[in-house]
Every structure is written in structure tokens, then in C-alpha cells.
Antibody
Framework: EVQLVQSGAEVKKPGESLKISCKGS????????IGWVRQMPGKGLEWMGI????????RYSPSFQGQVTISADKSISTAYLQWSSLKASDTAMYYC???????????WGQGTLVTVSS | EIVMTQSPATLSVSPGERATLSCRAS??????LAWYQQKPGQAPRLLIY???TRATGIPARFSGSGSGTEFTLTISSLQSEDFAVYYC??????????FGQGTKVEIK
């Protein structure tokens, strides 16, 4: 069974750094792209970027380029999303999602809620 | 950037009735269009990909149609568990996924 298990909720202060994770299991982790999606409170879905764990090829949405860093450690089948300096506007639910045979999001993690507040 | 526009924003439907949701792309996305369902407190779930192919385990009351710039998701007879928010997403302009803003299907 394919699973994407994300790290737990985080509460941070503005200016702090953060790295959240998404661990894949039940499939060949290095063979499928994994994307990150933001959902701000009460809002819709926004694609942030995507990584191919096999060679760490990474692409970003123009809206998020330079704001976050996406990485992966294939030795532990885990993808990451990180911030160097959080802002209150980063408060959101973040989902990881894996491609299917096509470039749609077939499998989703359960989400990680990030709250940034002073 | 391809902009996806969904209509209506909210759809009020009685159980057992048919629901028709629309999604329009600002330029052609061929058939590279997916639909997702999201219930409160849950991650999105893939319903339809390739504009019209149901994902594994999705009931036959869900159907998708369209190509190019105009797409439709139809729920033939709404069940209580179908009241949720539905998003369309284009993946033609890979790797730049774009989602619509969502249609909330609520109980009338």
C-alpha cells in the first residue's frame, strides 16, 4: 500500500526556520515525482514545487521560488519542505502528493499544519 | 501561467439530485485535467484524471468530460458523503500544476 506520512503540526515564531517532512512507503521512492501543495486557512490549493527523488531534480512555482526549499533524502525515502525565515503569512496546511502514472496527484499525505505567530 | 476558473463557487443540491460542476482553462490543456474532492479536515482525494478516467475506487456516479479548455464534473445522484469542495487541476503545463479555486457542493 502506497503511503505518504507527513511530520506533525508545528508552531513557530516569525523569523524562525522550519523543515517538514513527507515519508513515502509502499513504492519505489526514487521513481515518482513528489509535489508540495499549500492550503491557507479557508482557501484553495496552491502548487509550490516538485522534486524527483531519483536525481533530486527540483522545480518551483514562480510564486514560491526563493521562498522555500524542497529536498529529498532517498536513503530514507523522505521529501522535505523548508523555510529559512518564516512569516505569519506562511501559516497554512501543507500537503505532499505523489504523481500517478501521469502528472496528476494520485497519493496525498495527511498534511502538516504550520502556524506562525508571535 | 494557465489559469483555471471553476463555476459556480457554491452549488446547493438536494440529496439524490444531479450536480454539474464546470472548470475552464485560460488556454488548452488537452485532456490533462484532474478533479479532486476535499472534505473538511481531510487531504484532497483524486476522483478523475485524463479529464474522464475515474481513479481506483471512485463510484460510477462521478463522471468527467471535456477537453481543451472546457471541462465538467458530474455527480449523477448526490449522496450525503459527496458534500465537499471539488477542485480541478491542469497538469498539461508540467511541472506547473494549476488548481481552480474550488466549488463547494452543499446540502440544499
Amino acid at each position: 500500500e502506497v503511503q505518504l506520512v507527513q511530520s506533525g503540526a508545528e508552531v513557530k515564531k516569525p523569523g524562525e526556520s522550519l523543515k517538514i517532512s513527507c515519508k513515502g512507503s509502499g513504492y519505489s521512492f526514487t521513481s515518482y515525482w513528489i509535489g508540495w501543495v499549500r492550503q491557507m486557512p479557508g482557501k484553495g490549493l496552491e502548487w509550490m514545487g516538485i522534486i524527483y527523488p531519483g536525481d533530486s531534480d527540483t522545480r518551483y512555482s514562480p510564486s514560491f521560488q526563493g521562498q522555500v526549499t524542497i529536498s529529498a533524502d532517498k536513503s530514507i525515502s523522505t521529501a522535505y519542505l523548508q523555510w529559512s525565515s518564516l512569516k505569519a503569512s506562511d501559516t497554512a496546511m501543507y500537503y505532499c502528493a505523489r504523481h500517478g502514472s501521469g502528472s496528476y496527484a494520485l497519493y496525498w499525505g495527511q498534511g502538516t499544519l504550520v502556524t506562525v505567530s508571535s | 501561467e494557465i489559469v483555471m476558473t471553476q463555476s459556480p463557487a457554491t452549488l446547493s443540491v438536494s440529496p439524490g439530485e444531479r450536480a454539474t460542476l464546470s472548470c475552464r482553462a485560460s488556454q488548452s490543456v488537452s485532456s490533462n485535467l484532474a478533479w479532486y474532492q476535499q472534505k473538511p479536515g481531510q487531504a484532497p482525494r483524486l476522483l478523475i484524471y485524463g479529464a474522464s478516467t475515474r481513479a481506483t475506487g471512485i463510484p460510477a456516479r462521478f463522471s468527467g468530460s471535456g477537453s481543451g479548455t472546457e471541462f465538467t464534473l458530474t455527480i449523477s445522484s448526490l449522496q450525503s458523503e459527496d458534500f465537499a469542495v471539488y477542485y480541478c487541476q491542469q497538469y498539461n503545463n508540467w511541472p506547473l500544476w494549476t488548481f481552480g479555486q474550488g466549488t463547494k457542493v452543499e446540502i440544499k
